[in-house]
């Protein structure tokens, strides 16, 4: 099993910044990918961002691409989101996905762990 804890989210105006941490811990040993999705009140869960367990191939969706940066830090076994230049439309909650798949998914079937999920509300 491995277990997912999200930390970071909260309150910021327009044009902020948050970094959104995830924790890994169990069986890390399986994990291949991981990936970050949100889901904003009424509307489907969809894809952030995404990056393998080694760190390379940060993959993002269109809507945050050059805004929000996706890493990894190896010793924490902690996976990141900085988010730059929010929008009222970045209003969700965000949850931290891993997969045993070698490759980045975009598709939450994908993904067998998530985490509990951490709020992020962006509003003047």
């Known amino acids: 099993q491995v277990q997912l804890v999200e930390s970071g989210g909260g309150l910021v105006q327009p044009g902020g910044s948050l970094r959104l941490s995830c924790a890994a811990s169990?069986?890390?040993?399986?994990?291949?990918?991981m990936g970050w999705f949100r889901q904003a009140p009424g509307k489907e869960r969809e894809f952030v961002a995404a990056i393998r367990w080694s760190g390379y191939s940060p993959y993002y969706a269109d809507s945050v691409k050059g805004r929000f940066t996706i890493s990894r830090d190896n010793a924490k076994n902690t996976v990141y989101l900085q988010m730059n230049s929010l929008k009222p439309e970045d209003t969700a909650v965000y949850y931290c996905a891993a997969r045993r798949g070698p490759n980045i998914a975009t598709l939450g079937e994908a993904y067998g762990y998530w985490g509990q999920g951490t709020q992020v509300t962006v509003s003047s």
């Open positions: 169990g069986s890390i040993f399986s994990i291949n990918s």
